[in-house]
T-cell receptor, first 115, second 116 residues
């Protein structure tokens, strides 16, 4: 079974800190995604990547950046954490469409609190 | 831009009964996919069911079935014989089927409670 692993389940940071959220998948998927989940708003896409070193902005990229140096790893970076970035962050991956790529595989999420 | 709306923030159902979760979406595309994902307390998102827009037949997966009304842009999920393990957040999601359609758009979610 596909495994998507997020490095931390809970994280507490201070305002202004640089924060790294790491995500690793073990199925050689081309596509990886970072979402944030907030009550009543569902999941909103921050960034996605369709190949190594490639990235595309999602719906809410402001305040975030990403890095994909290796195919299996997709990092989300908060350059200067703010309290409005307190949220649940979910990483996901999937292969290309046509290769069984209709299903997203999710990690278990990182609950980030910025104080 | 596509939008997905789930108008029921919370629903409850008695164990063994049937419940329907609503979802509507807005798109100008004709070829797309629709999904229902389940998120239990463990936070692991699980794909429940998917529907391809060009298929008229409603998708079914065991106790889960959908009512897909393309003209009305409606995609509801029916859970039959509800079980305690069905308690979770349920998210409806949309994905276009063109080459640029690499993103899922999610609704706001419905929390389903199952009463014993």
């Amino acid at each position: 079974d596909v495994k998507v692993t997020q490095s931390s389940r809970y994280l507490v940071k201070r305002t202004g800190e640089k924060v790294f959220l790491e995500c690793v998948q073990d199925m050689d998927h081309e596509n990886m995604f970072w979402y944030r989940q907030d009550p009543g708003l569902g999941l909103r896409l921050i960034y996605f990547s369709y190949d190594v070193k490639m990235k595309e902005k999602g719906d809410i990229p402001e305040g975030y950046s990403v890095s994909r140096e290796k195919k299996e790893r997709f990092s989300l970076i908060l350059e200067s954490a703010s309290t409005n970035q307190t949220s649940m962050y979910l990483c996901a991956s999937r292969p290309n469409p046509g290769q069984g790529g209709e299903k997203l595989f999710f990690g278990s999420g990182t609950q980030l609190s910025v104080l | 831009a596509q939008t997905v709306t789930q108008s029921q923030p919370e629903m409850s159902v008695q164990e063994a009964e049937t419940v329907t979760l609503s979802c509507t979406y807005d798109t100008s595309e004709s070829d797309y996919y629709l999904f229902w994902y389940k998120q239990p307390p463990s936070r692991q998102m699980i794909l429940v069911i998917r529907q391809e827009a060009y298929k008229q037949q409603n998708a079914t997966e065991n106790r889960f079935s959908v009512n897909f009304q393309k003209a009305a842009k409606s995609f509801s999920l029916k859970i039959s014989d509800s079980q305690l393990g069905d308690a979770a957040m349920y998210f409806c999601a949309y994905r276009t089927n063109n080459n640029a359609g690499n993103m899922l758009t999610f609704g706001g979610g419905t929390r389903l409670m199952v009463k014993p």
